[in-house]
């Protein structure tokens, strides 16, 4: 198991690598090239994820709280049951992702694309998601969600479900509470 906890990894290609349980916390991981790297219960918890290449990356039960992640690519990639919680995504490309029990409550998810992804249960709880492109995705996501442009503007229920089918993912569902 790799201990890279606050290295300095910038550029590196590190694509196909099998790095289970890789500790990776408050690690400089900019523009680093994971494309189908296994980082299966990875901690990238606080790392530098900057235009990183995660493409096809396999981040099953990931822990990446409070990580900076701008312009990351992730298209592709299977995240199920990871937590990016409190992140930073801004700009990053999840286009086709895996986001099945996915945890980016609290993330600021603006500009990305969220383009033909599978949601499933997927908590995007108090999430920034204004300019993102969400068409084509699909599944069950959880609320409130903010899609303020200029100033906040949490919606949830089928305000959100109307949301979604405006921006081109009528096959989103949202996670009513009984």
């Known amino acids: 198991m790799l ?6 990894f910038t550029g590196a290609d590190l694509s196909g690598l099998e790095l289970v349980g890789a500790e990776f916390g408050e690690a400089i991981l900019i523009q680093v090239s994971l494309v189908g790297a296994s980082l299966y219960t ?3 918890r ?10 096809g990356a396999f981040l099953r039960k990931v822990q990446g709280q409070y990580c900076q992640a701008r312009h990351a690519k992730l ?3 299977d995240l199920q049951r990871a937590d990016f919680s409190d992140s930073d995504l801004l700009g990053a490309d999840l286009s086709g992702a895996r986001l099945q029990r996915v945890t980016f409550s609290d993330s600021d998810l603006r500009q990305t694309s969220l383009r033909d992804c599978a949601f499933d249960m997927t908590r995007l709880s108090r999430a920034r ?15 409130p969600i903010d ?3 200029g100033a906040p503007r949490l919606i949830d229920g089928q305000e959100l479900q109307a949301w979604f089918v405006s921006n081109g993912a009528s096959d989103v569902e949202v996670y009513q509470r009984p």
């Open 129 to 143: 998601l204004a300019d993102s492109d969400v068409r084509g995705a699909h599944g069950l996501v959880r609320g």
């Open 42 to 44: 990875a901690w990238l």
């Open 46 to 55: 606080e790392a530098q994820l900057s235009e990183a290449d995660l493409s």
């Open 147 to 149: 899609v303020g442009v």
């Open 75 to 77: 298209c592709g990639a």
């Open 3 to 8: 201990n890279g906890h606050g290295l300095d």
